[in-house]
């Protein structure tokens, strides 16, 4: 069984190495704010890469974007360092307690498979909601597939004159 209750309070995250970062519940402004920048930046290295070979200037550097395998792992990885950037507030367990700065959550999460932790770990409630939803969706007959069965309500009587009665009263 799964809560509906969203934390609303910030909590904290345990991930490889001995990591903790403490983190604001994840909303879905947030995550749709964190989705749209990192397709954003995608977007933007792109038209740089365009441009570039437009110019006949090399891309070397750039990620080969013509390639989905390396589009998606660059926006999962741009969305995984957005999502850290706006949420994580605090950590512990980092060498020399540097502060929570964007170049530093970068960093963080550029370690694998701290990276990959972090979001499993972050996400992985509205996950849950989402599958639970989904697990539950209407049939075509107009009622879930689950309540079909031997459990579903017997067909009603009907005849001229006499109210509306079970199939199994007399």
Do not use: C
């Not at 090399?58 to 957005?82: C, H, M, N, W, Y």
Request: aromatic letters at 4%; a negative charge; zero cysteines.
């Amino acid at each position: 069984m799964i809560s509906l209750k969203q934390p609303s309070e910030p909590f904290d995250i345990e991930l490889p190495y001995g990591v903790t970062v403490t983190v604001n519940p994840l909303t879905t402004a947030g995550m749709a704010a964190a989705q749209a920048s990192a397709r954003r930046r995608v977007e933007g290295l792109e038209v740089q890469s365009k441009e570039l070979l437009e110019a006949g200037l090399t891309t070397e550097g750039l990620p080969d974007l013509s390639v989905d395998a390396e589009r998606d792992g660059l926006f999962q990885d741009l969305l995984i360092k957005e999502l850290a950037l706006r949420h994580i507030t605090t950590w512990s367990g980092i060498e020399d307690d540097p502060d929570v700065t964007p170049e530093n959550v970068a960093a963080l999460m550029s370690l694998y498979p701290v990276g990959e932790r972090f979001f499993q770990e972050f996400t992985l409630k509205q996950v849950l909601l989402t599958a639970a939803k989904n697990g539950s969706g209407l049939s075509a007959a107009g009622t879930s597939s689950q309540a079909e069965g031997p459990n579903t309500a017997k067909g009603v009587k009907r005849t001229a004159g006499k109210p509306v009665q079970n199939a199994d009263t007399p």
